[in-house]
């Protein structure tokens, strides 16, 4: 018998309803083929838009239930959650707009030319959806990375129904917006089927080995994310799993940024780590600071910054746990200091804190390695640096992150060579955006953003945030020598849709 599906209250731990009873095999099955079933009817881009922008409308009309739903789930808050359905709106908007645009399908022709060499053929290529998407939600962000969240648009926008697995930690939230979606697909004239949600552990793993699911994205744990990442490649068609894993997103103070500001970044620093009860994904995790007195000034302002930041309830007891035994297992490694204690703030919250540590004792593997990892919560890692090969030493043995912020004093950014141009050139390798004289938390929807980086920070080169995102669930196809009459409008010479593309190699005005 399936097990009960519970919402629960993070801020008591106390069961608050039933939602949903766990898939079973034979449930996930029939949810696929009747999403595989559907494809079709995501075929037309002008449904697709049309689609796109009516489940943004349907889940601005809910806002108040979801939210309501969420923060109860959740404990993030109102503010932040209404905030975070309004990305969500935006970001389904902006992906109906990329697809009646059309150059997500990076059209290309090149016509039959006998006197290249060798000769050419006639050749069209463009792109075509996947097929079905499995869609895992992410913990954090109940709406934005989660059933309405990024994945789903993208691979909507794609032409690619989508099958969520829900968050274990927002079940009613997810609910709810699944049926915002699933009625903005009835008004669409498409299927109820281009969109489902189903619950439980197991149901996530028979997801990703369905034979029908030809691609899958994922947020959470390196641990959770890399066993679905194995289970994709091990099967006997192995199809693409984008998955973004876990990050520490690293911080390089520089000695004169520290001299020139060091208040302002300690208190930059203590807001970025503690938003959202450093619950973000784009958390600075561990920070390079240098010693001396402008370092000391920097802690002490850190020091302020997060001595008067509130307890706060994690998103869920298991992780409340996790953040308590991770920050006394580092809080308690030799020379490691705590100017603020993070841990337990009562029986369901915890308080934020911040930990010290010499950098040389980073630069080879050790007992303090754990302080490279990522702890899930309020807490960030100062290591003290001695000189420009600490910062170098260090660097070298950070694993790949979501991205890497380098702060400068106003007269290190001003030309292309010198200390400056190299801590960017050792930053790059190790994430997918590199900040300068900024904070990682934040992640704005743009086309030029990217959400991605080296594993364990993502399993692909892909990003999961803005217009790009689309491009993990298509494939190009090419026609070749294929009659006018049999090719798809997109490709045909007269260009009946309009859409931007490159004729015999050349950007067509």
């Not at 947020?219 to 066993?227: D, L, W, Y």
């Amino acid at each position: 018998m399936s097990a009960p599906v519970w919402s629960v209250d993070p801020r008591t731990g106390k069961q608050r309803e039933q939602v949903a009873i766990e898939a079973t095999a034979e449930e996930i099955d029939r949810v696929v083929r009747a999403a595989h079933e559907a494809r079709g009817s995501l075929a037309d881009r002008t449904v697709r838009a049309a689609f796109l922008r009516a489940a943004a409308d349907r889940l601005d009309e809910a806002k108040d239930q979801i939210v309501e739903a969420a923060d109860a789930e959740t404990a993030l808050g109102p503010v932040r959650l209404t905030g975070e359905l309004a990305r969500t709106t935006y970001q389904l908007r902006a992906f109906a707009d990329i697809v009646d645009e059309g150059a997500f399908l990076d059209v290309r022709v090149d016509h039959a030319d006998a006197t290249q060499t060798p000769p050419w053929p006639d050749l069209r290529r463009y792109k075509v959806p996947l097929g079905v998407v499995a869609v895992y939600s992410a913990s954090n962000f109940p709406l934005a990375f989660s059933v309405p969240g990024g994945d789903t648009a993208s691979a909507l926008a794609a032409g690619c129904p989508v099958v969520v697995k829900a968050h274990p930690d927002h079940p009613a939230t997810s609910e709810v917006t699944a049926a915002a979606l699933r009625r903005a697909a009835e008004e669409t004239g498409l299927p109820v089927e281009v969109v489902s949600v189903v619950h439980g552990f197991q149901a996530g793993v028979e997801l990703v080995k369905h034979p029908l699911v030809a691609a899958a994205g994922f947020t959470g744990s390196i641990r959770g994310g890399r066993a679905l990442f194995d289970a994709a490649a091990a099967r006997p068609v192995p199809i693409p799993f984008h998955g973004e894993l876990g990050s520490l997103n690293p911080v390089v103070v520089t000695e004169a940024a520290a001299a020139e500001r060091a208040e302002q970044i300690g208190a930059g620093l203590g807001g970025s780590m503690t938003l959202g009860m450093g619950q973000f994904c784009t958390k600075p995790g561990f920070v390079l600071a240098p010693a001396g007195e402008a370092g000391d000034r920097l802690v002490k302002s850190l020091t302020e910054a997060v001595s008067n930041s509130e307890a706060g309830v994690l998103l869920d007891h298991r992780m409340r746990d996790n953040f308590v035994a991770g920050v006394k297992e580092r809080a308690e490694l030799p020379e490691v200091d705590a100017p603020v204690t993070p841990g337990s703030g009562g029986e369901h919250t915890v308080s934020a804190g911040f930990l010290t540590v010499p950098a040389r004792l980073l630069a080879e593997e050790g007992p303090h390695d754990v302080l490279l990892e990522e702890c899930f919560g309020p807490v960030t890692v100062l290591a003290r640096y001695e000189s420009d090969a600490d910062i170098t030493a260090v660097l070298g043995r950070l694993p790949g992150n979501l991205t890497a912020t380098v702060h400068l004093s106003e007269g290190e950014g001003g030309g292309s060579e010198g200390r400056a141009s190299e801590l960017l050139a050792e930053l790059t390798p190790l994430a997918g955006r590199v900040l300068v004289n900024g904070w990682p938390t934040g992640v704005a929807v743009a086309p030029a953003q990217h959400h991605g980086g080296p594993y364990p920070a993502t399993t692909s080169t892909s990003t999961s945030v803005g217009g790009t995102a689309i491009e993990r669930w298509l494939r190009p196809v090419t026609y070749q020598d294929a009659p006018a009459a049999l090719l798809p409008p997109e490709l045909r010479d007269e260009n009946p849709q309009g859409l931007p593309r490159r004729v015999n190699g050349r950007r067509e005005v």
